[in-house]
């Protein structure tokens, strides 16, 4: 996967996409006025790498609209996904953990609006601006809590509420409400699921044939509804 060179493809975006965004949500107007000048934005199709793992870490992102799935490549070369990041946060914040090389690969899940920065402006926005280093390093450490209680689980728990755990993490972030209960607000195949749990196809896809049948959840065209929210967090405690 090449990653490909950001170019400006958006009309000139307002402060106000910044301002209710924790990173820029103690700055003034002007000040994002400047943040957003600086920035480039572009509109990526599904399933496009915004960045790969191992490629240098010149940039940094925010996600202003869409969802985006982290993978990394195990060293037999199978893709893996680790992470669904929602609209609202920064991504590609490698200097964040002192890096200068990407960690992992970014691709986006669904259509996605995505703003960019040269990494060289990181150590400004640290410096020059009021709540850019906390709000960042909470996502950071966010982010580092989940994939540890994921690893936690794999050890831990049994193939049924690990699935049941992705699931709810999923509605969670990304869900909204629908006539039948909560949907995963991007596309998401068993696959997916299968890689965030450390389980095989087989054994996704017989469970959620098993809790439809129950009405736990519906599963179909890439998209995944929670049905019963209670049984699956009754079945994830089990």
């Known amino acids: ?11 000139r975006l307002d402060e106000s996409l910044l301002k209710h965004l924790p990173p820029f949500s103690k700055l003034e107007r002007r000040e994002i006025r400047t943040i957003l000048d600086q920035a480039t934005s572009r509109r990526y199709e599904e399933g496009v790498a915004i960045f790969d ?7 940094f992102f925010m996600l202003l609209d869409g969802y985006v799935r982290v993978v990394r490549i195990t060293p ?11 609209a609202g946060q920064l991504l590609g914040i490698a200097k964040a953990i002192g890096r200068d090389s990407y960690p992992a690969t970014a691709m986006t899940a669904t259509e996605s609006i995505v703003l960019s920065w040269p990494a060289r402006l990181w150590d400004t926005y640290v410096a020059d601006y009021e709540g850019f ?13 989940e994939m540890n209680n994921r690893v936690v689980e794999m050890a831990t728990q ?9 699931l709810l993490r ?19 195949t068993r696959q997916d699921l299968s890689e965030l749990t450390a389980t095989t196809l087989h054994t996704v896809s017989r469970l ?8 736990l959840v519906q599963s179909k065209r890439k998209r995944i509804t929670v049905t019963n929210p209670h049984a699956l967090v009754e079945i994830s405690q089990a």
Do not use: C
């Open 53 to 59: 793992e191992g490629a240098p870490a010149d940039r």
């Open 170 to 188: 999923l509605i969670n972030q990304t869900g909204r409400k629908v006539s039948d209960g909560i949907e995963i607000d991007f596309p998401i």
């Open 1 to 11: 996967m090449n990653e490909i060179p950001p170019r400006r493809t958006l009309p």
């Open 133 to 145: 280093s906390t709000e960042t390093y909470n996502t950071v450490g966010n982010r580092l809590g």
């Open 158 to 166: 049994q193939v049924e509420q690990r699935v049941a755990n992705a």
């Open 76 to 86: 037999t070369g199978d893709q893996v996904t680790a992470l669904h990041i929602p």
């Open 208 to 215: 959620l044939s098993g809790w439809e049948k129950r009405g």
